[in-house]
């Protein structure tokens, strides 16, 4: 008995002697590799900027190359899956935005790649809230106001435009819709752009938007900012109250971006960039060029990060299915 004993833990210690070469050897080849961030929308856009921005100052806190690859299409499932797929081995991430999180409810009958199977995550990157904003001619000034509006008029005849279905700017509506009792139906638009332009001449009068790109507008009193998203007054706005002070407690939609990398990534590897990420985080110039997108830094450990991105998936799948929204 006491050989077999002795056999078994002999085993026991090879078997974690070869896990223990194997993650060794990992994460000497990955030293060796450029570290990629893959992002899954078009070169210019806040996940881009961030990524490039945050790649910098990531690279020297690694001590390597930090690369930013853009693999558009499919409304980010194609990078997604990209990463899916990669070496387990560190060297690919994915800037992953609030949408991948949304997508494990709205498209979870196509979606290849989900989170806790084939993604797991590294650290969170950056938020910011949205601004409830409306055009003069509607009389709205506050949150109540607009509830008081909604309420005297038949369901779906109020109209909220957004940035296309599935898009932040529809759940914030949504969520609207179900705390408040009352059904703001969404005018779907492709692009920001073709939005603003109708929310500024007043063809469409309401709509939750980035703070950063409809400011102007609000500073200048061409649009009127009742309110934003987030739970605490945001810095630029510090005299706009949050829809959570006005009447709907709780309420909070936040825009976000993360870095996810293939299941299966061992774990030393993970913390090592998770913790290189939370120090380019505290650098003034990642910093100010996150302020200019109207973003701030999220720092965050991949424990945090986890139980942050699963509770946005719950969140988001209650508002989903509550509201009876599809991908279609």
Do not use: C
């Not at 989170?115 to 001619?137: E, K, M, N, Y």
């Not at 709509?207 to 630029?236: E, M, N, W």
């Amino acid at each position: 008995m006491a050989s077999i004993r002795i056999l078994f833990l002999a085993a026991l210690a090879a078997i974690a002697g070869v896990m223990g070469w194997g993650q060794a050897h990992a994460q000497d080849t990955a030293r060796g590799k450029p570290l990629r961030i893959i992002v899954g929308f078009a070169p210019g856009g806040a996940a881009d900027i961030s990524a490039r921005v945050l790649a910098t100052k990531l690279g020297e806190s690694l001590g390597q190359n930090v690369i930013v690859e853009n693999r558009t299409g499919g409304g980010g499932n194609i990078a997604t899956e990209a990463v899916a797929r990669a070496e387990p081995d560190g060297t690919t991430l994915l800037m992953a935005p609030l949408s991948n999180a949304v997508n494990e409810t709205l498209a979870a009958k196509t979606l290849q790649a989900k989170f806790g199977t084939d993604l797991i995550a590294v650290a969170p990157v950056s938020q910011t809230a949205h601004i409830l904003v409306t055009h003069p001619s509607l009389g709205v000034n506050t949150v109540a106001d607009l509830i008081a509006l909604a309420k005297s008029k038949p369901p779906g005849e109020l109209l909220s435009a957004t940035s296309g279905r599935g898009a932040s700017t529809h759940l914030a509506i949504e969520m609207f819709n179900i705390m408040a009792g009352v059904k703001i139906a969404p005018v779907h638009y492709r692009g920001g752009a073709e939005l603003t332009k109708d929310l500024l001449s007043g063809e469409v009068k309401l709509t939750f938007a980035s703070i950063a790109p409809i400011l102007q507008y609000v500073k200048a009193g061409t649009l009127r900012g009742v309110a934003t998203t987030g739970l605490k007054r945001d810095s630029v706005l510090p005299d706009t109250p949050t829809i959570a002070e006005s009447g709907l407690p709780g309420y909070e939609v936040l825009v976000w971006f993360g870095l996810l990398t293939t299941a299966g990534t061992p774990r030393p590897m993970v913390d090592r960039i998770a913790a290189a990420t939370a120090e380019a985080l505290k650098q003034p110039e990642v910093k100010n060029a996150f302020a200019t997108l109207g973003f701030e830094p999220l720092a965050g450990t991949p424990d945090e990060f986890t139980a942050f991105y699963r509770n946005e998936v719950e969140k988001w799948r209650k508002v989903i299915e509550t509201a009876g929204l599809t991908n279609e």
